[in-house]
């Protein structure tokens, strides 16, 4: 990433890495820190990617207008997006909609189209993903009506390749920085993030376990649907999780279910015991991985990526009296998390250990060869 840049996109990507878990067997739990992109999410590079695909493919060209039904992380990104290349963006969205993504996306340009306008908070994916396609369907239909060639397009993250495509670039950055990954454990709501880390990890020739985490009362991977209040995530009853989940679901060694309560736990004492505030989708997939850390194989590199900080969060996830009002707060599981996260406590000074670890792997592996195998046979 160049130090000193002139757009505001050229700052997504080469996100650091923290190490948030070490077990005794060398397995070891990365955060890939995505939060740390423009918009705080992950999803802008899937924004990037859906209008880079758009434009190359002749379907939105200077003037256009972008149209997505988003709960708040794709529509910042692409809100980010269409201000740099001067295009129009609709957001359609929902009251389920944390405040701040949609404030945030005002403040950068978008227009923000209610699915429902009565102040009904429900998720309402399916509603949006309708409306957005209408506008966008009339808009076309108007322009060639007009004599005009259509300059209106309907992103449609769910069933858009570039939307894993998008993320291509993040294995790259993990193989970078790590040299492999044998454990991939993400959130998955269109499975662009899950999904498009792994297939490129897969054509680099690395085939990582894959678990996908899921808040409970979401439907990709069966069970039955309920509400929830995990936001960005998972796949509400009605709503079509799209093709990626389709296609790629049968590569997840397992697809586990996070309640939002061990979600927000989570999210919360990584805030007070540690300092990192991340979302509640990110503090599933945490818990989930910290609750498995033995059972993957010694010496797993272990990686979950961080869909969004938690900054977006405040008034609800970091709120006691919002977590309260809706049963949410749990002294037990916050417990639970921190126990896990003191037992799998890195050691501060990763530095010290790798090489206390190396010693270790040299001496094992070193001295029988190394030394006459008289020696040898005499110190056995
Ligand atoms: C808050 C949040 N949760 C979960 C996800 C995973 O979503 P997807 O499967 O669509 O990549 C994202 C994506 O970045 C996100 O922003």
């Known amino acids: 990433m160049p130090v000193v840049t002139t757009r505001v996109t050229d700052l997504i990507g080469q996100t650091p890495l923290l190490e948030l878990a070490a077990t005794d067997t060398g397995t070891r739990l990365f955060l890939k820190l995505e939060n740390?992109?423009?918009?705080?999410?992950?999803?802008?590079?899937?924004?990037?990617?859906?209008?880079d695909d758009a434009e190359a493919r002749g379907l939105l060209r200077p003037g256009g207008h972008i149209v997505e039904s988003t709960s708040g992380n794709t529509g910042l990104g692409l809100a980010v997006v269409a201000a740099e290349r001067g295009y129009r963006f609709t957001a359609v969205v929902d009251n389920h909609a944390c405040r701040d993504k949609l404030r945030a996306m005002k403040a950068m340009g978008a227009e923000l189209v209610f699915v429902a306008d009565d102040g009904d908070?429900?998720?309402?994916?399916?509603?949006?993903?309708d409306l957005a396609e209408r506008l966008a369907r009339e808009e076309c239909d108007a322009a060639r009506r007009a004599g005009l060639e259509p300059n209106t397009y309907f992103t449609e993250q769910h069933n858009n390749d570039a939307n894993a495509v998008g993320y291509h670039p993040l294995a790259d950055e993990l193989l970078t920085d790590l040299g492999r990954v044998d454990v991939l454990i993400s959130a998955v709501g269109t499975g662009g993030s899950m999904f498009g880390t792994a297939r490129r990890l897969r054509e680099l020739?690395?085939?990582?376990?894959?678990?996908?985490?899921?808040?409970?009362?979401?439907?990709?991977?069966?069970?039955?649907?309920?509400?929830?209040?995990?936001?960005?995530?998972?796949?509400?009853?009605?709503?079509?999780?799209?093709?990626?989940?389709?296609?790629?679901l049968e590569l997840l060694e397992e697809g586990l279910k996070v309640s939002d309560i061990d979600a927000f736990a989570a999210a919360r004492v990584l805030a007070a015991k540690r300092g990192l505030l991340i979302g509640g989708s990110a503090g599933g997939s945490v818990v989930a991985a910290l609750e498995r850390l033995t059972e993957f194989p010694p010496g797993s590199v272990v990686v979950t990526i961080v869909c969004d900080g938690g900054e977006k969060y405040l008034d609800t996830v970091f709120d006691d009296d919002w977590m309260s009002d809706r049963d949410l707060l749990d002294a037990r599981a916050e417990t639970t998390v921190a126990e896990l996260l003191d037992r799998y406590a890195p050691t501060h000074d990763a530095a010290t250990r790798d090489a206390a670890r190396r010693a270790a792997n040299t001496h094992a592996i070193l001295v029988p060869s190394a030394v006459p195998d008289s020696i040898g046979a005499a110190g056995k």
């Open 205 to 248: 020739g690395h085939e990582p376990l894959l678990f996908g985490v899921e808040p409970v009362g979401s439907i990709a991977f069966g069970g039955p649907a309920g509400p929830y209040w995990q936001s960005g995530t998972g796949t509400p009853e009605g709503a079509d999780p799209g093709k990626i989940v389709a296609e790629d």
């Open 121 to 129: 908070d429900g998720l309402a994916t399916s509603a949006r993903e």
């Open 36 to 51: 740390m992109n423009p918009t705080g999410a992950a999803k802008i590079r899937m924004a990037r990617a859906m209008v």
